[in-house]
């Protein structure tokens, strides 16, 4: 059963995909924007934040800009929380 479910939402995705890369007429490095708004689209989310908007906002999607950095990184720390020893070193 399961295996029919992962079926049909591959085949949706699929036609997904298809569809967008033919309707907005999409080349190049410009695909990656596709797949990722077509595994949205397959699995019902339409939202997308992002630092690249003008990208998403050709495939119908709401496309939100993201927070500018405040000057030191929060990737592998998304709460923005400081540690202990980054605390220290910056002393």
Avoid: E
């Amino acid at each position: 059963m399961a295996s029919a479910a992962r079926s049909a939402s591959w085949t949706r995705f699929a036609r997904i995909r298809k569809g967008l890369v033919i309707t907005h007429r999409v080349l190049g490095t410009q695909v990656y924007n596709a797949r990722l708004v077509a595994a949205m689209l397959a699995h019902g989310i339409n939202r997308i934040l992002t630092f690249n908007v003008a990208d998403f906002s050709r495939y119908g999607v709401t496309a939100v800009q993201g927070a500018k950095s405040s000057g030191w990184s929060t990737i592998g720390n998304p709460c923005g929380v400081r540690s202990a020893a980054r605390s220290q070193a910056s002393r």
